[in-house]
């Protein structure tokens, strides 16, 4: 059964306008995996829970096209609407079931949307689409970000740590208290022999106060409990900019601060030897993922 969090119009427009893209250097990181595992051309890369785009917008320059796929049509309406780039297309899709045809992706991607999937069949999905030395990049971060203003650092960041721990019971039993194991289950059970595994890629956003309280607003365990109780939801979400602010000696909720997202990732290479070729020869046992 599909984990369906990201629905509603108003939280994939916020979704759009607060959630951090990947940086640039994640992006560039896996450019570099599959040019030196590959080569190129690179032709198509698959983006699946691609919500509103921040991503597959990021992939659009470097690949000839670019398909973002997510089960959410709300997510797709923002992202077709934000997409300026002519060689994205977007398809609402499970990512269990990947309406595109056997090996010919380059690059399929999911960033920060794994942990909802029915993961050992987006797995073999994502095996069946990728070309022979195709690659697959799995990314997402913790939701521990520290917070950085001066020398109110430490006490800012123990605040938003305390109010994540706050969320806890609000989150998915599916997705548990963080992520990271469950990616790293994911990793162990790709059976590829060209693989790398990055624990911790920290990267500094500046932004405004306001634009991190408007992120940590579209976390899935905050809108669970703007779902369960709004009254109670706006009063932790001002109670924690109001915390936040008294702390910085500050007024002005937009005033920039920088916040730390901290990125883990997997990479892996299809090997060439998996590849039966054609594609009558696809068997069961030709598939590398049980
Ligand atoms: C946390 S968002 C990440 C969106 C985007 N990739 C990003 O980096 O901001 C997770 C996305 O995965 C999508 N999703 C969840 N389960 C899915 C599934 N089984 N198949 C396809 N998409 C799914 C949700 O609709 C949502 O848009």
Not at 246 to 267: A, Q, R
Not at 271 to 279: D, L, V, Y
């Amino acid at each position: 059964m599909a984990h369906r969090r990201f629905e509603g119009k108003e939280h994939a427009a916020s979704y759009l306008r607060y959630r951090v893209s990947p940086p640039q250097e994640l992006i560039a990181e896996i450019l570099a995996f599959l040019e030196n595992m590959k080569g190129r051309p690179f032709d198509l890369a698959v983006d699946v829970g691609c919500g509103s785009g921040q991503g597959t917008l990021l992939l659009a320059p470097h690949f000839t096209q670019v398909i973002g796929t997510d089960i959410s049509p709300a997510q797709l309406e923002v992202a077709l609407a934000n997409s300026s780039a002519p060689n994205i297309l977007y398809r609402q899709c499970p990512a269990e079931e990947l309406p595109f045809a056997d090996g010919g992706a380059d690059l399929v991607t999911a960033m920060t949307a794994a942990h909802w999937f029915h993961r050992p069949r987006f797995l073999q999905e994502a095996d069946r689409l990728l070309k022979p030395r195709g690659c697959l990049a799995l990314i997402s971060y913790t939701l521990d970000m520290d917070l950085e203003y001066g020398q109110h650092s430490h006490t800012l960041t123990d605040i938003c740590h305390q109010f994540y721990k706050n969320l806890l019971p609000f989150r998915s039993a599916h997705i548990g208290t963080t992520t990271v194991p469950l990616y790293k289950q994911m990793y162990d059970s790709c059976p590829y022999p060209d693989k790398e595994w990055h624990e911790c890629l920290r990267m500094r956003r500046p932004m405004p106060l306001s634009g991190y309280i408007g992120m940590v607003e579209t976390f899935s365990s905050y809108r669970a409990l703007l779902k369960q109780d709004p009254v109670e939801a706006h009063r932790f979400s001002q109670d924690f900019r109001n915390r936040l602010l008294s702390e910085m000696g500050e007024s002005n909720p937009d005033t920039e601060i920088t916040v730390v997202v901290k990125y883990f990732y997997w990479l892996a290479c299809k090997p060439a030897a998996a590849w039966s070729g054609a594609k009558e020869q696809q068997t069961p046992q030709t598939r590398l993922f049980p």
